[in-house]
Each structure stands twice: as C-alpha cells, then as structure tokens.
C-alpha cells in the first residue's frame, strides 16, 4: 500500500478527519486514481473498524468518528469517483419510519454502508410508506433499510411492507429492518428480508442480500 494511503487509511481508524481529508487530498494531488483511494483506503478501513466493533474493541462512539472521517475522505473524491464511472456495489434507500424522528442509529448505518462502497439514498426521518414507494419508482434501490426506535412506531415497518406488497412492487427490492426494539422475531413476523442488530452487522446483511 501507497504511504499516503496507509496514512490515510490509519486517520480512520483513529476517527482524525482532518487527517484522513489531508491524506486523500495529497493521494489525489500524487495523480492516485479515486478508485484506488476508494478501494486500497477507504473501505478497507471501514471494514476494519466493523471488526473491531464486532471483537468489542470498538463502541458506537468509535465507529461513529472513524465513519464521520471515511464520509469527509470520501467528499473529496466522489466527484471524481462519478465522472470515472465506478460503480456502486449496491443502492440502499434508508429511513426512520413515520412517526419517529430518531435517526442517530440510522445516520451510522447510512455512513458504514457507504463506507463499504453501496450509494445512500438518505430518507431522513418520518418517512411514509408512500414515500418509499416513490423512491422504489425513482432510484430502483436494490435494499430499502428501515429503522424505528420506539415499539409505538415499529407497527409503521410492517405498513410499509404491506404497501409495497399493494403496490406490486415487493419484489423488486430487498427490506432490512433495525432499531432498538426491533429483534430478528419481528423481523419474520412481518416478512422483512433480514434483520440487523447494529451497523456493522448491516453492512454484511446487505452484502449478503446482493449475492
């Protein structure tokens, strides 16, 4: 690996966005490609930092600064990553449910999965089932990630997918729910494609669904 990759690479696993910002700066002003930042940097740290959350080395605080790092790393070069075609490995539309307006937990899934190379499609909060719909129609996502922290507002997951079963699009898309509450039992219960109990488990939730 480059210097300045290794550099940058080590930034995120220390949450230092300052640092990982310079590192992917001065690799893109060496001439490295974006796709290799992408690839040899950014994502590889990002999986190591799902790692050691999972190894109980890491905590949600940890994960949620390295993520912050990786997303500035990643600004700086997303232009270039579109105009030079690379592709998403995968489209992930993600919401809270109506209802809720919590979206900490969300927000760190968003960042872990584009951190591991899938594009976001960031719903926000309070998001209706008509509005998933919409977004299905519009961007063709490949996974709809719904989250819910309350048990009042969980209810509003198993609308969504009933809609989409209306709609007639069920089929066209993959649904993971998350969220306190939320266990793998409900998950089942209202016909979700999977459940994840935190970020890190997401991501290779998603992954999985992709193969």
Same mark, same amino acid.
């Given at each position: 690996?480059?210097?300045?990759?290794? %550099?940058?690479?080590?930034?995120?696993?220390?949450?230092?966005?300052?640092?990982?910002?310079?590192?992917?700066?001065?690799?893109?002003?060496?001439?490295? &490609?974006?796709? +290799?930042?992408?690839?040899?940097?950014?994502?590889?740290?990002?999986?190591?930092?799902?790692?050691?959350?999972? +190894?109980? +080395?890491?905590?949600? *605080?940890?994960? @949620?600064?390295?993520?912050?790092? =990786?997303?500035?790393?990643?600004?700086?070069?997303? *232009? =270039?990553?579109?105009?030079?075609?690379?592709? *998403?490995?995968?489209?992930?539309?993600?919401?809270?449910?109506?209802?809720?307006?919590?979206?900490?937990?969300?927000?760190?899934?968003? =960042? =872990?999965? +584009?951190? &591991?190379?899938?594009?976001?499609?960031?719903?926000?909060?309070?998001? $209706?089932?008509?509005?998933?719909? #919409? %977004?299905?129609?519009?961007?063709?996502?490949?996974?709809?990630? @719904?989250?819910?922290?309350? %048990?009042?507002?969980? *209810?509003?997951?198993?609308?969504?997918?009933?809609?989409?079963?209306?709609?007639?699009?069920?089929?066209?898309?993959?649904?993971?729910?998350?969220?306190?509450?939320?266990? #793998?039992?409900?998950?089942?219960?209202?016909?979700?494609?999977?459940?994840?109990?935190?970020? $890190?488990? &997401?991501?290779?939730?998603?992954? $999985?669904?992709?193969?």
């Amino acid at each position: 690996m480059d210097d300045i990759l290794k %550099t940058t690479y080590k930034a995120i696993l220390e949450g230092d966005m300052g640092g990982c910002q310079a590192g992917v700066q001065t690799a893109v002003n060496q001439g490295i &490609a974006s796709s +290799e930042i992408l690839n040899i940097a950014l994502i590889p740290a990002m999986g190591e930092v799902g790692r050691l959350f999972q +190894e109980g +080395e890491y905590f949600i *605080p940890e994960m @949620l600064i390295a993520a912050r790092a =990786m997303k500035a790393g990643l600004e700086i070069i997303r *232009p =270039m990553l579109v105009n030079s075609g690379v592709e *998403p490995i995968g489209i992930v539309a993600i919401g809270t449910v109506k209802g809720d307006m919590h979206d900490i937990g969300k927000n760190l899934v968003a =960042m =872990m999965l +584009e951190g &591991a190379g899938f594009k976001i499609i960031d719903l926000g909060t309070d998001v $209706s089932p008509d509005k998933v719909i #919409e %977004t299905i129609k519009a961007y063709q996502p490949n996974i709809i990630g @719904l989250s819910a922290l309350l %048990t009042t507002t969980m *209810p509003q997951m198993k609308a969504t997918i009933d809609a989409l079963h209306t709609a007639g699009i069920r089929d066209q898309v993959k649904v993971i729910i998350g969220g306190a509450p939320v266990t #793998e039992e409900y998950a089942h219960q209202i016909g979700a494609d999977g459940f994840a109990a935190d970020a $890190s488990q &997401a991501v290779n939730l998603a992954k $999985s669904l992709l193969k």
